[in-house]
Structures are given as structure tokens and as C-alpha cells.
């Protein structure tokens, strides 16, 4: 009761900043982010197109990868017509086919730019069942499977980059505090839903995906330190707020629950905060395998904070991801 009391008023935490703040507040404080080259997934609208007006208003020069490539466009155009002097690359991301990330991560090398900052923001929330090109849930598959591998094939060219500049490279996975409602066995589940449409229930999907998003966050984290890289990762939940993702139910039903639930819904610069908090400001040097809201941090859920399933996670999406035709990834009967 007290923690909601907090977030209805826009109490601040220990950062400064609470439920209220804004994108553009939160990084007065790294306002010359001239030197920053940042990817941001996810960037055609909502929350990742505040994300990346913000960080261009201060200077970053922007990669923004996108399935609709004329969205991408005219979120391009809007930035400009704000910041003339915004640096913004758009390039072709389909995050659902492990191939159209290969190849993303294969053009964006060939342009031989730093990369300092990679914030995976995209989300999508499946209501009817699919399965992705590579047989996977799509909702998992777009969500986490292909925010895994555009990480992990980015990962050397972040960590070369912190080392030529002498500046920490930050890595930001937007979940959701939704990841809690996920319990149970996560591979098993991903399995039953890839395998039986019976079994799909579109929230739980989303749950699932977005618990994965807390634990690669965690078991990447680790896996950094244990490497001595000068680049951290954290995870982040942006609050509630009416987005894309609830585009394919309007109506009635959609209009009355967002009604009625207004005055805990965020404006989408407030949601953007947390985002470009964890990406910019510099309370944050060497804070890594976090996990925050409202800009503050804040706990995850049980099964969020569990080592042994992210490292189990990260076995299975290794074996997923993975080109080599020898590995199969039977979810069911996984032994990892």
C-alpha cells in the first residue's frame, strides 16, 4: 500500500527521481552524449522512440534497427526535425528470425562504428499463437531469443569499444514487472506452447518472455565480470503505459480497463525515464545485473533472481541460437 502511495504521488527514491519523472529529466545530469553510438531496438514508437528522441537531443549518434523500415523512417524524420544535427542510421531487424539478426549485426560491422550503449526495447505481446521461422513461440522468440543473439554478437564490438575509449559500455534490457506473474518450468513451457497451440495463453507467453529478458540480464552480467569488460548490463521495467503493444485490442473492453486504470498508467515520457536513467546517468558507472523501476532499484521476483535458472536459461538459448546443425533444441526434453 505505502509502495503504491509512492508511485500515484511520484515519490523519489534514492536516485532523485520516482514514478513522475521524465526521459529528459533523468539525463540533464550525461546531457553531451556526443561521443555515445547507440542501437536502440524497438524505435518506431512508444517508449523506444522517446527513448531515442531523448539520447539524440543530447548528442548520440543512433542505430535504429527496425522490421518496418518506413516506421523506422519517420521516427528518423521526427528526431530531425527536432535535432537537425542527429546522427541517425536506420537498418533492416526482423528480432523474430535468428537469420535477420545475423545479418543486421553483419551490416552494422561493416560500417566499423563504435558501439557504447545497446538498449533491446522491442516488444511484442502474441494474441493469437505463432511460431517464429526457426520453430520457436514468437512471442519468446522476438522478445528474448532475438535480443539474446543481437547481444551476444555484439558483445566484442562493445567491449572493444569500452577498451579503445576508456568509457563503460552499457547494456539495457527493458522487461516488465509482468515477468513476475511467470512461475513454473520455464523451458518446459516454452516447449508445450511451441508444440501444442492448446496450451498457448498470450499472457503467460508474454510473462515467460519477459522473465527471460530479467535472467539473461543477470547471467550476462555475471558472465561480464567474470571477463573484465568494461561494460555492464541492467534491466529495466518501464511501468504501465498504453503502447503499441495493446494496438491489436482496441475497443470497449480495452478503452474501460485503461480508463479505470489511469491513475497508475505513466505518460510515455515517464516511461522512457528508467530506460535512459540505467542507459545515461552517471550514478551508474560499474552498476551492472540490476534491476530497476521508476528509476530507483528495485527486486525482481523469486524466480527472477534464481542463478541456477539463468545460467539454465542461458544453456538452453545457446543451443537455440546455435548454427552448428548437430545441436537441436528439444525444449521437452532438454538436459540443461
Known amino acids: 500500500m505505502v509502495d503504491t502511495v509512492k508511485y500515484l504521488i511520484g515519490s523519489v527514491g534514492a536516485s532523485g527521481y520516482g514514478s513522475k519523472s521524465t526521459a529528459e529529466q533523468v539525463t540533464k545530469s550525461s546531457s553531451d552524449l556526443r561521443s555515445v553510438t547507440a542501437i536502440i531496438t524497438g524505435a518506431t514508437s512508444g517508449i523506444g522512440a522517446e527513448t531515442a528522441r531523448v539520447l539524440a537531443k543530447g548528442g548520440a549518434r543512433l542505430v535504429l534497427p527496425a522490421r518496418n523500415l518506413k516506421a523506422a523512417e519517420e521516427a528518423k524524420a521526427r528526431i530531425v526535425s527536432e535535432c537537425p544535427e542527429s546522427e541517425i542510421i536506420v537498418m533492416p531487424l526482423d528480432l523474430s528470425s535468428l537469420r535477420s539478426v545475423r545479418n543486421f549485426v ?4 561493416s560500417l566499423d562504428l563504435p558501439l557504447n550503449l545497446l538498449i533491446n526495447n522491442a516488444g511484442k ?27 551476444k554478437l555484439l558483445l566484442n564490438r562493445m567491449i572493444e569499444t569500452a577498451r579503445n575509449t576508456g568509457v563503460q559500455g552499457r547494456i539495457v534490457n527493458v522487461s516488465s514487472g509482468i515477468h513476475g506473474w511467470f512461475s513454473g518450468d520455464m523451458i518446459g513451457y ?7 497451440k492448446s496450451h498457448y495463453d498470450a499472457t503467460r507467453a508474454y510473462a ?8 539473461h540480464t543477470k547471467e550476462l552480467a555475471r558472465r561480464l565480470k567474470q571477463m573484465e569488460a568494461n ?5 529495466v521495467h518501464p511501468g504501465i503505459v498504453r503502447t503499441g503493444l495493446t494496438r491489436e485490442r482496441e475497443g470497449l473492453v480495452t478503452d474501460l480497463a485503461f480508463f479505470f486504470a489511469s491513475k497508475l498508467l505513466k505518460t510515455i515520457p515517464q516511461a522512457a525515464a528508467t ?27 523469486k524466480l527472477g533472481n534464481n542463478s541456477a535458472e539463468a545460467a539454465r536459461l542461458w544453456s538452453a538459448s545457446e543451443i537455440m541460437v546455435s548454427e552448428d546443425p548437430k545441436l537441436v533444441f528439444d525444449p521437452l526434453n532438454a538436459l540443461v
Open 106 to 109: 553483419s551490416e552494422f560491422e
Open 125 to 151: 505481446f502474441a494474441h493469437e499463437h505463432a511460431i517464429s521461422e526457426d520453430g520457436i513461440e514468437m512471442t519468446f522468440a522476438t522478445n528474448y531469443l532475438g535480443h539474446f543473439l543481437l547481444t
Open 190 to 196: 516454452l516447449g508445450l506452447i511451441t508444440r501444442n
Open 208 to 215: 515467460l518472455s519477459k522473465l527471460a529478458n530479467v535472467l
Open 231 to 235: 561494460v555492464t548490463a541492467n534491466c
Open 275 to 301: 530506460t535512459c536513467y540505467v542507459a545515461t546517468h552517471p550514478r551508474l558507472l560499474n552498476v551492472s545485473g540490476k534491476y530497476f523501476a521508476d528509476c530507483n532499484e528495485a527486486s525482481t521476483s
